[in-house]
Nanobody
Framework: QVQLVESGGGLVQPGGSLRLSCAASGFTFNLYAMIWYRQAPGKERELVAAITSGGGTTNYADSVKGRFTISRDNAKNTSYLQMNSLEVEDTAVYYC????????????WGQGTQVTVSS
């Protein structure tokens, strides 16, 4: 069955780094764009970063530009979110999302991983 499994979250001090991973299975990973979202307590889910199916194009929320990097390894069916210079405001549950548009499209979500930035 389809699975997206996030890992790599945890507690980190401000200024620190974390690398999130999203391992995919059960679908043709290299046909899907990958998007990382986050949701902080009391706030709406927001898009953090996105990458096209082939990895050639990326986009970022203004709040994370220059600090976060999204990537993917289609041979390993895995997407990554490298987060540097973390701020308290980055505290949230991070979700990965796989999406394919068009008549054969579909969308899948992971269960989320908690990232807490605190001193």
């Amino acid at each position: 069955q389809v699975q997206l499994v996030e890992s790599g979250g945890g507690l980190v001090q401000p200024g620190g780094s974390l690398r999130l991973s999203c391992a995919a299975s059960g679908f043709t990973f290299n046909l899907y764009a990958m998007i990382w979202y986050r949701q902080a307590p009391g706030k709406e889910r927001e898009l953090v970063a996105a990458i096209t199916s082939g990895g050639g194009t990326t986009n970022y929320a203004d709040s994370v530009k220059g600090r976060f990097t999204i990537s993917r390894d289609n041979a390993k069916n895995t997407s990554y979110l490298q987060m540097n210079s973390l701020e308290v405001e980055d505290t949230a549950v991070y979700y990965c999302n796989a999406v394919r548009w068009g008549p054969k499209g579909g969308e899948y979500w992971g269960q989320g991983t908690q990232v807490t930035v605190s001193s």
